[in-house]
């Protein structure tokens, strides 16, 4: 008895251990934020901030060259669009394709399953040429439709709707609803999970996605991790300001991730990487 | 064969009122099957595959600053990228960045669960703690590496602890030395294994207790119920896991770009395919397109061999 | 100035490159005799007519609301201004492939050799030809390609060395005039406290990289433009020195900012910096009168003293709706309005004006180390060949990149590069 209970103590102890390494990052995050610029690049390192009030979101907000709200505003807007796309699309197709077994199904499954092994950042360069053509350069289409087909949500969708009991379909469609009615009536509504769940990953994709927003998005569609990017490497970075602005970023991240966790776990747990 | 009805219409008699009902389908169910995969494949068909048609069009054309070019150049990007070092480096330097990065990740997030599986107090805690890097993004985490815990000056967070204990500052992401490797990996590791760990305890919950319980009364217990049971039973989220991190591994391209770059250069070493793809295609003011295209159809060529393989190879062991 | 401006003069770096030390120096001594003003121009820029004019985001305070007061002064169109932060280059040539392309533009040294080839820049030729010789000569051989211009020059950048002459006194040594003396400028000054040279927190390789060429006396690409020409033991030898340095602990190799930012030298990080003019006001605001500047020193046997420079020039899209219109308000704006272009070189940073009488009016060039960095330009000023491409610019970093940093033989590293540079260049003559 006495080795499982030493092993349960090292266990937490490694746990323990584990999430203090992991806090650190967003620790730094939190005091360079409430830093002043001499704190930051002492020769000696401080663990304490030392300007706890909001100087440093003050002058980040007064910025002109990061544009943080708007950036902010941009990155929702993708992030929601996006999703919101994403979403529907593959949840429609991955319902079909569930649903129907026969050769054009079982074709069009192969291409989701192909697409899924080139990603999409793999072809930016011909990616890009077409939004260009279509004039969607700094447009919210260019920044959110090209990304709007992930063969990875349609998998997921169709792998958790093969466990989904088709017997309240069949109802309904006896009842007069047809497939596209009964689709919204009854198929959306009994999978909120899995819905959650893809949206969750989605969502955190199109709000951290860097390469195709620093190529699409420009004057009026700069997103948040554009203008972080760009600061950072500009003339006039200044530390506290730059980790300022992470803060900024990532905070409603970290709340919706806090809330929608238990989804994901869940949905992960009944789609389709089994 | 004969057929089994004689009020079977003859065939004449369909014309195209039949057609039309055969591509229907019973209760229209083909129709219906059309609109619901029709924005899906549409879209994959206009954002995924004709940019790749379209690549490898441009790819046989000298094409700088235009997309509609008129000089045929045959093979000639083709031989001007894989004769290009950069280029062939880049590649290598994939395949490094995944030989690290994919077993580590690996070990990392299926130890993670493990701790975690059947904790009694705290587990949700921990698993949130570890799952929250997830939620920063590539940029934002570079910034931490590239500023604070990487930083070559005096004040960076590694370098400070190394002069605490006497030692002189270390220029890691510098390129006088392969540091910058433990920067990339530890970045990308901190943002992804908590994902991963998901995943793992998603795949652990589904191994029926019962299987433990017999192998228990058995003897087994530690490495041997790791080997013998958990680790085949989990054989299915391990296949997803390592194919997602060699995708995720081959499309690497923020966290690089974002720790070693600075606006108009970018070092030679620590350059993944994309980044590489990315300067000669897109950088600075010069767009040259037709190289960018030969670019885009070898990675797309190298990445579904890849897929291919792999799929073949762990089918085969499915199959012993 | 941020972003761009660093792109521009990132002259190793790789991707920036397209530079040059064109041929074609033109006298006209008969051109300041033409009429200055072209009526044609104004005719058809007349009320109704509204252009779109692109710059690059500016660093510095107030350019924008400058560029806008420009813009709105101008008599015969209505003149829309467009800021574009980021990655102007690239932007900028994304938006030239589509159908709405701005009327008038800033390019890097007016023009790169893709656009111009592609035909998306309009013949400026004309309407600089009779002021040609009023314009900064280098700058004038570098914007003109197979005899024409494609853009007017609006100011110019440049970089440079800075130190401390106080440190300098009290280590008893003179301001170095060759890489030895530099050297051993360093190696007298520097302590635990202050480092050597700063150049980046690359280690210097990406900036001065193509310095190593100019100070050893070399020039980029041989007069027809079918190879390089810089491949010898001078050059390698220049390398060689600057590892040497590197190795000995005389350069920084991480600083708290970068080299495109005064921080470093104001910090006493560095006793020495390699920077931009820009900084300038930022470094005299932080020492004072204790501020002296120099150029890239001379290295080796054949060397020569050089300092990169660089300048935006105001182009107009050849494919534009209002390609008149369009040309007379570049000559109105960049040729005519004298006061207007001194303000915009002299009121927000120090940079130099395009045209040499007008130098005298800039009052931050009259003396010390601003009137020293006009100098330098005219001396030893050197700027990427129009020809030197993006790909070449990018295999010559790294090869510096790996001689400096992974001890490689430069002989052998740029072994290949000659075949390179002559393949890439017969595809460029086309």
Known sequence: ?274 | MSTPHATVPARPQQGRAGLWRRLKGRQGRNLWFAAFVAPFFVGLAVFVYLPIAWSGYLSFFEARNTVSPTRFVGWDNYARLLNDDLFIDSLLVFVVFAAFIVPVTYVCSLGLALLLNNLKHGQAFFRSVFFIPTAVSYVVAAIVWRFVFFNGARFGFLNSIIRSLGGDPVNWLGGTNDLYWVALVTVRLWLQVGFYMILFIAGLQLIPHETYEAAALDGASGWRLLRWITLPQLRATSVAVIMLLLINAFQAFDEFYNMLGSIGSYPPYGRPPLVHLYITALGGGQQDLGVGGAGTMILTSIIVLFGLAQSWVLNRGRDK | MKLNRRTLLTLGGGLAATATLAACGSNNPLASEEPTTSTTGEDTAAAGITLQQWYHEYGEAGVKEAVEGYAADYPDATVEVKWTPGDYGSILAAQLLTDDVPDVFEVEQGGSLDMIRSGQLADLTDIIEPVRDQFNASVMERFTFEGKVHGIPQTIDMQLLYYRPSLLEAAGVEPPQTFDELVAAIEAVRTDDIGGLFAGNDGGVGVLGTLFIWASGNDQLNAERTEAAFLNEDFYNALVAYRELSASGGVVQAASAEWYDGAAFINGEAAFQWGGLWSLPQIIEAHGDDVGVLPFPAIGPGGRPAVPFGAFGACVAADGPNVEAAKAFVKWLWIDQEDKQVDFSNSYGTHIPAKDALVAKADKLSGGPGAEAARFVAESGFANDIMWSGTLGDAFGAAVSNVIKQDADPATEFADFADLAATELEKLQG
């Not at chain 1, 129907?100 to 011909?126: D, I, K, N, Q, Y």
């Not at chain 1, 990532?250 to 919706?256: C, E, G, K, N, R």
Request: with cysteine.
């Open chain 1, 1 to 274: 008895m006495t080795t499982r209970r030493s092993t349960t103590v090292l266990r937490y102890v490694a746990l323990v251990v584990l999430a203090a390494l992991f806090c650190l990052p967003f620790y730094v995050i939190v005091r360079n934020a409430f830093s002043t610029n001499a704190n930051i690049t002492s020769a000696q390192w401080n663990w304490l901030p030392d300007q706890l009030d909001l100087t440093n979101l003050d002058s980040l907000l007064a910025n002109d060259s990061i544009g943080i709200l708007r950036a902010m505003f941009n990155s929702a807007v993708m992030a929601v669009l996006q999703t919101g796309g994403t979403v529907v699309v593959s949840l429609l197709a991955g319902y079909a394709l569930a649903r129907h077994t026969h050769r054009l199904s079982r074709f069009l499954l192969g291409l989701t399953l192909f697409t899924l092994m080139v990603p999409a950042a793999t072809t930016f360069v011909p990616m890009f040429i077409i939004t260009a053509q279509f004039g969607w350069i700094d447009t919210f289409r260019g920044l959110v439709v090209p990304g709007m087909f992930s063969a990875f949500a349609t998998y997921l969708f169709r792998q958790s709707f093969l466990d989904f009991p088709t017997e309240l379909e069949d109802a309904s469609l006896i009842d007069g609803c047809n497939p596209w009615s009964s689709f919204w009536r009854i198929v959306v509504p009994n999978s909120r999970g899995i819905i959650a769940a893809v949206g969750t990953i989605v969502l955190i994709g199109s709000w951290n996605a860097f390469l195709w927003p620093s190529l699409v998005g420009r004057d009026a569609t700069r997103t948040l991790q554009v203008a972080l990017s760009q600061f950072m490497t500009s003339q006039g970075v200044r530390y506290p300001e730059l980790f300022m602005g992470s803060l900024v970023a990532i905070v409603p991240m970290v709340f919706v991730f806090l809330f929608l966790q238990r989804y994901l776990v869940r949905g992960l747990t009944t789609s389709g990487l089994r």
